[in-house]
């Protein structure tokens, strides 16, 4: 039996099957209505989804955030048409509330301006790893009030959607850098962008290589094996881990093609759309942030790297108890560690079964 099955663990994004056996009913008492209450009370909150992109200048990471929900995130500038190159990197944030069909998402995007287009790129990751860390230690610091909040505003960053050049060779050195140091904070979800600047061809070429090099550097991007909690969860994700990364081309444009209007880019061979598989994998990525895994990627965020730094912090801190309740946490450190321990112990006392690194 997988060992994720048989505890539960903070490593485990959901509960694990009760093993209490089931008692007869001697008739419907209404239990199903349950369902109807969570419903209606996550209507009345809505819903906060943080999403971070991280690439080079130029890749389309604006383009893409506008076309994955369908709305003016960021305006997109084109380079070379006087703006000038940041001298370092700066991160911006943006939040939004999308309502669709009732429901409403609390959107936050943080953008990566400057990441990788210096000529010294060394610990340009620095203040990316920063920065979801202390979104990590700005809800530690609330959760660990005597009296908080009842609903702790939650900044912490759920995906990280990392731009890879499209080069059709591999990962540079910068990537697998810092894909080794984020994936152990936070989800990674790795795409090609500007993936029609490649023929098919190049692009599965690409897309193994890249592949290759995540598994030889052991850089475990979402959806990771051992968060598998049953067959059916194995099947979808092992779809998508075979397709990871996704290629995909970003538009907020639409054109009329044959009598219908599609977003794509236009060019003077045609029209490249966006949501149509044969032309990329857009429809993929945008069915696994939003449509299928969006839940999933809070719960991880919450259940393991949230957890993992919470660990660090607390046995770094020594924490000391002062009566019911309180908790004395000293400051967070100006420079925190990137890979706190627990991670790996997770990751290898909760799947035996793969390859450790």
């Excluded at 620095?126 to 990590?136: A, H, K, S, W």
């Excluded at 050195?173 to 990674?188: G, M």
Aim: proline content about 8%; charged content about 25%; glycine content about 6%.
């Amino acid at each position: 039996m997988d060992p994720l099955r048989q505890s539960p663990s903070p490593c485990s994004s959901r509960p694990s099957s009760p093993r209490t056996p089931p008692c007869e009913t001697l008739g419907d008492v209404g239990i199903e209505a349950v369902l109807d209450q969570l419903k209606i009370k996550a209507m009345k909150m809505g819903f906060e989804f943080n999403i971070m992109v991280v690439g080079q200048s130029g890749l389309g990471k604006s383009t893409m955030v506008n076309t994955l929900f369908k709305s003016k995130m960021w305006k997109s500038t084109l380079p070379g048409l006087g703006v000038p190159t940041p001298q370092t990197l700066q991160l911006q944030s943006v939040t939004h509330v999308i309502e669709e069909k009732g429901v409403k998402l609390k959107l936050t995007v943080t953008d990566t301006p400057g990441f990788g287009d210096q000529i010294n790129n060394d610990k340009c990751w620095d203040p990316i790893l920063g920065y979801i860390n202390e979104q990590y230690e700005r809800y530690l610091q609330e959760e660990i009030l005597i009296t908080r909040q009842r609903h702790i505003p939650d900044t912490r960053v759920h995906c990280c959607v990392y731009f890879v050049p499209p080069t059709g060779h591999c990962l540079r050195p910068l990537d697998i850098e810092f894909l080794q140091r984020l994936c152990r904070v936070v989800n990674v979800v790795p795409v090609i962008a500007r993936a029609d600047s490649l023929t098919l061809e190049e692009r599965e070429t690409f897309r193994s290589r890249i592949q290759h090099n995540l598994r030889t550097h052991c850089i475990d991007v979402y959806p990771q094996k051992c968060f598998d909690e049953d067959i059916n969860d194995r099947i979808l994700n092992s779809k998508i881990r075979d397709r990871i990364p996704f290629a995909v081309v970003g538009a907020d444009q639409e054109h009329l093609v044959n009598g219908r209007c599609v977003l794509g880019r236009k060019t003077k061979w045609g029209i490249v759309e966006v949501e149509n598989m044969a032309h990329c994998e857009f429809p993929l990525l945008r069915d696994l942030l939003i449509r299928s895994h969006l839940q999933d990627l809070k719960d991880i965020t919450h259940n393991v790297h949230y957890e993992n730094y919470r660990v660090y912090r607390l046995n770094e801190s020594h924490v000391l108890p002062r009566g019911p309740g309180w908790v004395n946490l000293a400051p967070a450190p100006t420079d925190p560690p990137a890979t706190p321990g627990p991670w790996k112990v997770c990751r290898r006392a909760h799947d035996s079964s793969d390859e450790e690194c």
